[in-house]
């Protein structure tokens, strides 16, 4: 499992960034750095936790007779997906900020 606190921290941090860039901030070549070096773990940080949210919504659909046979079907696919998803993350490494 992904300590989700790390997975918030870094989505804050780009979130961050990417206000600061929009305001114009002075340090602009160093904050693009960094939001350029981020964007591609806080894309995988976003499907990751899309995917956990997904599960949790098959999972909340199983109690629901009339959606009970689409979360069935839609589960396994979905439990099958997860270790990638962890596993591509966990290859991620993050920089310190330079």
Excluded: C, N, W
Excluded at 28 to 46: F, N, W
Excluded at 59 to 84: F, G, T, V
Aim: hydrophobic residues 45%; proline residues 5%.
């Amino acid at each position: 499992m992904i300590a989700e606190d790390t997975l918030i921290q870094i989505t804050q941090r780009f979130e961050f960034l990417e206000a600061q860039m929009a305001e114009g901030s002075s340090d602009i070549a160093k904050l693009a750095k960094e939001y350029s070096d981020l964007k591609p773990v806080v894309d995988e940080v976003r499907a990751y936790q899309t995917l956990v949210r997904d599960i949790s919504d098959a999972e909340a659909m199983m109690d629901d007779p009339d959606m009970r046979e689409l979360a069935a079907e839609e589960l396994p696919i979905l439990r099958a997906s997860l270790p990638k998803a962890e596993y591509d993350l966990s290859l991620i490494h993050i920089s310190e900020p330079t």
